[in-house]
């Protein structure tokens, strides 16, 4: 069996700034069986540069060291995850009247999702006003009932 440490195979990513994510995909494939690996007691540096906003500089998150097993399912999992991370983020499109012409959001769902907010602010405005309704004021009621005795 080959065997490969995480600090290896993340030095060979594309985009060293994406290694604390490769890390968060890497140990959910090993929770749930797709790769197997173990921890080792020694720790490393991520190459991504991280910034905290209470402190000047810039710092490295440090991981526990891990020994991958290296087999034709992990290489298939490296290849698809370096792709997913070299792709650019989700990032949500703006809707307005140019995306949704240039068909970069789907307008049906856009209307659909209109006439659930719609529908939803309807029936809060009726149940506002019909909660409103059925609490009478005192002095009303007394003559109503008078009224109705007679």
């Not at 173990?38 to 991280?50: A, C, H, I, N, T």
């Not at 703006?94 to 240039?102: G, H, L, M, T, Y």
């Not at 602010?121 to 003559?143: F, I, M, N, Q």
Request: no cysteine.
């Amino acid at each position: 069996m080959k065997y490969q440490k995480l600090s290896e195979v993340i030095a060979i990513l594309d985009n060293p700034q994406r290694s604390d994510r490769f890390v968060k995909h890497l140990k959910t494939a090993v929770r749930e069986g797709e790769i197997d690996a173990v921890y080792l007691p020694e720790r490393f540096s991520l190459p991504k540069d991280v910034q905290r906003r209470s402190a000047e500089g810039k710092s490295q998150r440090s991981v526990r060291e891990m020994l991958i097993e290296v087999t034709p399912a992990f290489e298939r999992w490296l290849v698809e995850t370096s792709v997913a991370l070299a792709r650019r983020r989700n990032v949500r499109t703006v809707v307005n009247a140019q995306s949704i012409e240039a068909g970069e959001v789907d307008f049906q769902a856009l209307v659909e999702e209109t006439r659930r907010q719609m529908q939803a602010s309807y029936e809060k405005g009726r149940v506002l006003g019909s909660s409103r309704g059925k609490t009478p004021s005192k002095g009303r009621s007394k003559a109503k009932a008078s009224a109705r005795k007679k």
